[in-house]
């Protein structure tokens, strides 16, 4: 038997979430039938607020509700600015502790296939941060797979003769077509404290 239609509907909202199928949104819907009163509430409640309350950090692209956690403390170096192409990668990096400056979150990684640009993922916009904060170094966080390689070099020209901006990214430790959300704690640290600069001029390989 088909589940009845205001089942239905719930099971096609599970389904809208990243990997949930339909066995398990069949499953979160008959469970949610099943919450108290109070613990219908409160998941409404929370839903409701997760959704109008969060804005997204104009700067870094963090996720935030009342202000930016990360742009806000002065205690972080503003002239170092790791660059990433997902938010979720900066809670990756923090929860590491090895990192004290501040973040950009590109709109995703140069793809001319896909019709990525520059000025769509928002490197002009990094660009005018980096001159804004007088930005001392860009530590590129990106994925290692042919778009994110792409977009590190792209960057690193941007500032290849320019010997105030050291660009960097990270090095050893982290496997080949691996994103950073998929890392342990101590592989990221140590990537971090191994991070290679790229725009150096006698850098054969990117001239
Ligand atoms: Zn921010």
């Known amino acids: ?8 509907d719930l099971i096609d909202c599970y389904k809208k979430l990243p990997g949930i199928g339909f066995k398990t949104a069949e499953r979160l819907s008959y ?7 109070e613990e219908r509430e409160e998941f409404i409640k929370a839903l409701d607020d997760a959704t109008n ?10 996720f935030f509700d009342t202000e930016c956690p990360i742009c806000s403390d002065p205690k972080r170096n503003r002239e170092q600015i790791m660059v990433v192409s997902d938010s979720k990668d900066i809670l990756t990096i923090e929860r590491t502790n090895g990192f004290k400056g501040h ?3 590109l709109k995703g990684t140069l793809s001319p296939l896909k ?6 993922i928002g490197i002009p916009v990094l660009r005018k941060k980096v001159e804004t904060d007088k930005v001392k170094e860009l530590i590129l966080a990106l994925p290692t797979d042919m778009e994110g390689e792409t977009t590190a070099l792209y960057i ?7 010997p105030d901006i050291k660009v960097s990214r ?14 342990d704690n101590l592989t990221i640290a140590q990537s971090i404290r191994g991070r290679v600069i790229i725009n150096e001029k006698d850098n054969k390989d990117h001239e």
Do not use: H, W
């Open 1 to 8: 038997m088909e589940p009845i239609k205001t089942i239905q």
């Open 53 to 62: 309350k969060v804005k997204r950090c104009p700067e870094c692209g963090t």
């Open 31 to 37: 469970a949610t039938l099943n919450l108290s009163p």
């Open 115 to 120: 019709n990525r640009t520059p000025d769509e």
């Open 156 to 162: 690193a020209n941007i500032y290849k003769n320019n």
């Open 103 to 105: 973040y950009f979150t």
């Open 170 to 183: 990270l090095a050893y430790g982290i496997p080949v077509g691996t994103n950073l959300e998929y890392l």
